[in-house]
């Protein structure tokens, strides 16, 4: 297995309290993004429902991806995944075997429903007693948004849907999320293929190697910020002889909404909106490339796989061009 990157999570989770020109607005659990407004306005907070579950997304390529990762003979340690959404992250983390993984969203409630869900994965050694202890999710929830002042709409895990009574919802979508139905068949795409998937988690979160942020891809700053404190870390634990570079990045949609005046969360795009997140991508590749020339970081659509990303370091020409 992997050697982990213990503590981890101490060098990534103090980011959210360092604002950027972007993520200005202080709250309870960390610096947030402010909505588009109009001029004269006072700043309003970015957020919306946590994402769990995948919505509107191509399961078959998650599958073949996922797949094409489990026939890989050896897992070079040191590998680092980086995803927004929901819990499809924890597949790509558990089929990689990553040494660490940071869970990254512009939406501050994703943040909170991540940190949650780290803890459980901390605490329950097995896949069937984080499953039973899902119902538990949308109460914790409910508590913890009090830090973003955010109301109780905030707390829907599948936010395509809605509901005249949330809470109760969550609670039953949470109760059947591997159990029956359609959902049934997202069992791998979530870490819980196997007990050994599952076990590569918990001893993740509870070495503190999972560590979640509040962190926009359109944000230069909060991205340079990012690569100092994961260049620090790795000077810090003795780490300069041993790689440690991005094996897998999922990005969901999120380049689908970069052409509106607006994303998803209310944030303003400005308009060259797509070439600042490949150009942010781009760096913190090149910054954390592995060392084996033949294979590069993974990234990963809504829709598609770059399976794996051949370059010698990673441009943003090269990126645009990759995705045509």
Same mark, same amino acid.
């Given at each position: ?20 020109? #972007? /993520? ?8 947030? *993004? ?50 927004? #959404? ?62 973003? %002042? ?54 993740? #979160? ?17 991205? %340079? ?16 002889? /041993? ?18 005046? /607006? ?11 797509? %070439? ?25 659509? *809504? ?22």
């Amino acid at each position: 297995m992997p050697k982990l990157l213990e503590d981890f999570e101490s060098a990534i989770a103090p980011l959210c309290q360092r604002p950027t020109s #972007a /993520r200005c607005l202080k709250t309870g659990a960390g610096y947030a *993004y402010a909505k588009l407004v109009k001029e004269g306005e006072p700043a309003e907070l970015s957020c919306r429902p946590a994402h769990a579950m995948i919505v509107g997304e191509k399961l078959e390529g998650h599958k073949r991806a996922l797949a094409d990762i489990r026939k890989a003979e050896t897992v070079p340690e040191g590998g680092i995944h980086i995803g927004v #959404a929901g819990f499809v992250n924890l597949g790509y983390i558990a089929a990689n075997r990553s040494s660490g993984a940071i869970l990254m969203d512009s939406n501050p409630v994703q943040k909170v429903f991540w940190d949650i869900i780290i803890d459980m994965l901390s605490v329950y050694e097995t896949k069937e007693d984080f499953i039973l202890a899902l119902p538990s999710v949308p109460f914790q929830l409910v508590a913890a948004l009090d830090k973003l %002042n955010c109301g109780q709409e905030y707390i829907l895990l599948d936010e395509d849907l809605s509901y005249d009574a949330p809470l109760e919802t969550v609670r039953h979508k949470g109760r059947i999320l591997f159990e029956t139905g359609e959902d049934q068949g997202q069992m791998d795409l979530f870490g819980m293929r196997t007990d050994e998937d599952y076990t590569h988690l918990h001893k993740l #979160a509870k070495v503190g190697a999972i560590a979640a942020l509040t962190l926009d891809l359109k944000d230069a700053q909060g991205f %340079n910020q990012l690569k100092t404190a994961m260049e620090e870390f790795k000077k810090a634990s003795g780490c300069q002889e /041993r790689q440690i570079y991005v094996s897998s990045f999922y990005v969901s949609n999120v380049l689908e909404f970069l052409h509106n005046r /607006r994303d998803f969360n209310g944030v303003e795009n400005m308009p060259n909106a797509r %070439n600042m997140v490949l150009r942010n991508i781009a760096s913190l590749l090149s910054a954390f490339f592995p060392k084996a020339a033949d294979k590069g970081p993974m990234l990963i659509t *809504y829709d598609r796989t770059y399976n794996p990303l051949q370059l010698d370091g990673v441009s943003q020409r090269q990126l645009h061009m990759a995705m045509k």
